[in-house]
């Protein structure tokens, strides 16, 4: 598998609006980007910091596993999103050396990105996400 950087860090958060103080005021960093991901009943909210970004998430429904990871383990660092070259391949590769898979096959996620997770019991107890750039 060849990682090319961290993609970005995931913060689950209670609100986006009552967290972008702290990011955009104390840290000054900029929001670049605010959207829904109606299929994982999240709002994300996005800053760039080098080649790395920040991930606010927002839970939208109480049944989200944003909402519950936050109920069990408060507001924090959610998962670790590495860059990949291929999902796909990425996913046949950890799982033919045993690691448990979240997501079978790649999917869609916030900012055009194609995503798939892995299963935090195989990863050292961290939510790890693979990311790739869609091909065009």
């Known amino acids: 598998m060849n990682l090319s950087h961290i993609e970005h860090l ?7 609006e009552a967290s972008l103080p702290y990011y955009e005021n104390v840290l000054g960093l900029k ?14 909210a996005f800053f760039k910091i080098g080649q790395t970004k920040i991930e ?16 069990k383990r408060g ?11 291929s999902v ?18 790649p999917r869609a996620g916030a ?10 019991k195989s990863t050292c107890s961290v939510l790890t996400e693979l990311c790739e750039e869609p091909k065009n």
């Open 56 to 71: 606010l998430l927002e839970p939208t429904s109480e049944d989200s596993a944003v909402a519950k990871f936050i109920e």
């Open 31 to 44: 929001c670049y980007n605010i959207e829904v991901v109606a299929d994982q009943k999240v709002k994300t």
């Open 111 to 120: 900012e055009g990105l194609n995503i798939a997770f892995l299963h935090p």
């Open 10 to 16: 995931g913060i689950a958060v209670k609100s986006i």
């Open 75 to 85: 507001e924090g660092i959610h998962h670790i999103a590495f860059a990949v070259d």
């Open 88 to 105: 796909a391949d990425a996913l046949a590769e950890v799982e033919s050396k045993g690691v448990q898979l979240i997501d079978k096959a």
